[in-house]
Every structure is written in C-alpha cells, then in structure tokens.
T-cell receptor
Framework: EAQVTQNPRYLITVTGKKLTVTCSQNMNHEYMSWYRQDPGLGLRQIYYSMNVEVTDKGDVPEGYKVSRKEKRNFPLILESPSPNQTSLYFC?????????????FGPGTRLTVT | GQNIDQPTEMTATEGAIVQINCTYQTSGFNGLFWYQQHAGEAPTFLSYNVLDGLEEKGRFSSFLSRSKGYSYLLLKELQMKDSASYLCAPCSNDYKLSFGAGTTVTVRA
C-alpha cells in the first residue's frame, strides 16, 4: 500500500531534549516536506527536499534540522526543543513533474514540549 | 511567505453549492493546490491548477486566474461528509508551498 509513515504519532518531551521524528514513503517520490499546523495559523512549511542531499528552508525553519540521505526517508530533528514547538507535524511526499503534484500526507505527529 | 486570503467559515445546506474564494500574492508562482482536511486528520489532495480556467472533478471544481492572483473551489451537491476545512496553497517555481489558514465548511441537514 502506497503510504507516508511518521513515528512517533504522539510525543511528550521536555525543553532541551533532542528528538527526531521520522518520515518514510514507499512511493519513490522525489519531493518530501515537513509542515507544522497550529490553530489559527494553518499549515506552515518547515523544510522541503527535492531529492537526495537537496534540502531547502520553508517559511518556519528556525529550530529545526532535516536530512535526506536516502530517497525514502526525511527525518525532522529538533536539537533543543522549546515549548513554542508544541504543534501537530505533518510529513508529505510527491513526485515532481508537470502532472504529478499530488502530495500524500502522513498521519501526523502531535508533539508537546513542556 | 505569501499573502493568502480565504474566508474563515462558510455554512450551507445539504445539496447546495458552495464557492470558496482564495486570493494570493506569490512571486515565482507555479500553481495552486486545494486540500481537504477533516478534523484530526491529515490533509487530502483535491486539485492542482497550473493553467487559467476551470478544472472539474466530479462534485468538486477548481478555478484559477493567474493574472488576478485568484482561485476558487466549488463544491456542488453538498453532502454531510463535505464538512471539513478547505486549504488553499499556492506553490512557487522552486516548489515552496504556503497554505492559507483554511476555510471551515459546515454542511447542515
């Protein structure tokens, strides 16, 4: 089954404790992206990647890191989480091409930083 | 970021038609996505418009005017399951995506 998976789905952590949220897709998609969603603010893009070893900042990259060492994986790293990073995070992937822009979203990761 | 404006809420009755407007200001514009998101779930893709004009997909249609920075999503023959948030998202030429805050559509019996 074609899908985007994220782990963990729920996480409660403390300020300053490094964490990684994994994202994996099995559709051989070039494009992968991370978003956070907060009430009243909608979805905001954190980072995106157009292929292996190619990453770019979205609208809200501060406090986050990503890597794209393999095509299928795009982990989101919070080196020193802070309470303002409490949010719902979505990973998404898609093909790149004239008629292949449909993005598939993962189920989301709800992160709470205390 | 990009200035994206869409109404916060809309209410309609079952069987009716709803038009959700979206205006945007984007440099290096490539196309515009519409997504549907039910509460507590991930967004699901509805459409991606690159060229001007109307694209129809069953009960849902999407329109784009590149020169006016304007798009709309048309929902016909509304059903209760269409109650959701609808997200407008312009995409730049370097594949950077920005989402509007979303329009919550409530369908009443």
């Amino acid at each position: 089954e074609a899908q985007v998976t994220q782990n963990p789905r729920y996480l409660i952590t403390v300020t300053g404790k490094k964490l990684t949220v994994t994202c994996s897709q099995n559709m051989n998609h070039e494009y992968m992206s991370w978003y956070r969603q907060d009430p009243g603010l909608g979805l905001r893009q954190i980072y995106y990647s157009m292929n292996v070893e190619v990453t770019d900042k979205g609208d809200v990259p501060e406090g986050y890191k990503v890597s794209r060492k393999e095509k299928r994986n795009f982990p989101l790293i919070l080196e020193s989480p802070s309470p303002n990073q409490t949010s719902l995070y979505f990973c998404a992937s898609s093909l790149l091409g004239q008629n292949s822009y449909e993005q598939y979203f993962g189920p989301g990761t709800r992160l709470t930083v205390t | 970021g990009q200035n994206i404006d869409q109404p916060t809420e809309m209410t309609a009755t079952e069987g009716a038609i709803v038009q959700i407007n979206c205006t945007y200001q984007t440099s290096g514009f490539n196309g515009l996505f519409w997504y549907q998101q039910h509460a507590g779930e991930a967004p699901t893709f509805l459409s991606y418009n690159v060229l001007d004009g109307l694209e129809e997909k069953g009960r849902f249609s999407s329109f784009l005017s590149r020169s006016k920075g304007y798009s709309y999503l048309l929902l016909k023959e509304l059903q209760m399951k269409d109650s959701a948030s609808y997200l407008c998202a312009p995409c730049s030429n370097d594949y950077k995506l920005s989402f509007g805050a979303g329009t919550t559509v409530t369908v009443r019996a």
